[in-house]
């Protein structure tokens, strides 16, 4: 029987076929696997790291159905959001990325806890993706806490809105609109029965921003919510879920803190640390109301524009009506405005403001003023 013989130029042309359609297939395998795979978080409060500096955390604490985060790259989206709570009351969660320590839990390598009077600045940036089939808000966490505490609850909370959907409202009540950052905000204030909560509402969604986050701390310290010897412990985006919330996500995120001084840089008390400003508070006081006359004197080189004090009336104490600046809100920590026409005040110069007040119990006079988050000297 004669034997086959199979040509040299067929087996060559069937081998690179072979190698081609190999190499084929594994270049189609390379170019469809991901670079690292995702990881996908279902414990209730349970997180993993990416870039090796930043936290993503499940955070679900509202309902007992089932929440899932998947961490990307960058950021994160939520692939599962079941159950739902009632939208006047708290949220359900806040899947989120936070640079910073929150519960015992810090990120890598963070500079947080670090002390307000230190930090010079503190950018970020934030790109989100949104959905129409929840209720949600899309917000920043910047907490703040006397001590440079790593665990629990802290004194302050800084919420930034930058997107709602559906009825829902920050807690407390508005007290007016502040330009902070280059931007409009509708400000709210209260407390959740733990800590104080400043939040600052954008009349429109922001889908993606980059900013920094000591304008805002500056501005809550102005507000006489914080102090320049209080900590900067966390800095936190994500969301807040109501009703479903599937399909949200932080696409990217960024947060750094440069230390080197802002504000106080010696902090509050140095000795022989002069102070940026000095505050005179003469009162006319009556059984049961009196007047305060407010002169804020620039101790600096260099003007003040946009000014704002922030005191906090003793308790029982309550503004009626003010001229030459809005105070609000009416008891408690409060912020004296500028007036548009007025909001200026020179090197070495001063400004004055005056309100009327009522009062239960013994008079007594606040003890701490902020001029644009700066401490001001008492005269």
Do not use: M
């Given at each position: 029987m004669p034997r086959l013989r199979h040509h040299p130029r067929t087996l060559?042309?069937?081998?690179?076929?072979?190698?081609?359609?190999?190499?084929?297939?594994?270049?189609?395998?390379?170019?469809?696997?991901?670079?690292?795979?995702?990881?996908?978080?279902?414990?209730?409060?349970?997180?993993?790291?990416?870039?090796?500096?930043?936290?993503?955390?499940?955070?679900?604490?509202?309902?007992?159905?089932?929440?899932?985060?998947?961490?990307?790259?960058?950021?994160?989206?939520?692939?599962?959001?079941?159950?739902?709570?009632?939208?006047?009351?708290?949220?359900?969660?806040?899947?989120?990325?936070?640079?910073?320590?929150?519960?015992?839990?810090?990120?890598?390598?963070?500079?947080?806890?670090?002390?307000?009077?230190?930090?010079?600045?503190?950018?970020?940036?934030?790109?989100?993706?949104?959905?129409?089939?929840?209720?949600?808000?899309?917000?920043?966490?910047?907490w703040l806490d006397p001590t440079p505490r790593t665990d629990g609850v802290n004194r302050t909370e800084i919420m930034i809105w930058l997107n709602k959907v559906g009825p829902i409202q920050p807690i407390g009540s508005q007290v007016g609109t502040a330009t902070v950052a280059g931007r409009t905000w509708q400000v709210w204030s209260g407390g959740n029965g733990t800590n104080d909560v400043l939040s600052f509402v954008a009349p429109s969604a922001i889908s993606s921003w980059s900013f920094d986050v000591m304008d805002f701390v500056r501005a809550t310290v102005a507000r006489g919510l914080a102090g320049n010897d209080w900590y900067l412990t966390s800095i936190q985006a994500g969301f807040e879920p109501w009703q479903n919330g599937a399909g949200l996500s932080v696409n990217s995120f960024s947060s750094s803190v440069n230390t080197g001084g802002s504000g106080d840089p010696n902090g509050p008390g140095e000795p022989g640390t002069p102070a940026a400003c000095t505050v005179s508070y003469a009162t006319n006081v009556w059984p049961g109301g009196f007047t305060a006359n407010v002169t804020v004197t620039n101790n600096g080189s260099t003007p003040v524009d946009g000014w704002q004090l922030g005191f906090t009336l003793p308790s029982g104490q309550s503004v009626v009506n003010a001229w030459n600046a809005s105070v609000s809100p009416s008891s408690g920590a409060v912020t004296a405005t500028a007036p548009a026409g007025n909001s200026r005040i020179a090197a070495g110069g001063s400004q004055s403001f005056g309100f009327q007040g009522s009062y239960s119990g013994t008079f007594t006079q606040p003890n701490a003023f902020r001029l644009n988050g700066t401490a001001c000297r008492t005269a």
């Open positions: 060559r042309a069937v081998s690179a076929a072979l190698l081609t359609a190999l190499a084929a297939l594994a270049a189609l395998l390379t170019a469809t696997a991901p670079a690292q795979a995702d990881t996908t978080v279902c414990e209730e409060f349970g997180s993993t790291v990416i870039q090796g500096r930043y936290v993503v955390q499940n955070n679900r604490w509202g309902t007992s159905a089932t929440q899932c985060v998947t961490a990307t790259d960058n950021g994160f989206r939520l692939t599962q959001a079941d159950g739902s709570v009632p939208t006047n009351g708290a949220p359900k969660s806040y899947p989120s990325v936070f640079n910073g320590c929150h519960y015992t839990n810090c990120s890598p390598g963070t500079a947080l806890p670090a002390r307000v009077s230190g930090i010079s600045s503190a950018p970020s940036s934030i790109s989100y993706g949104y959905v129409d089939n929840a209720v949600y808000n899309a917000s920043y966490d910047i």
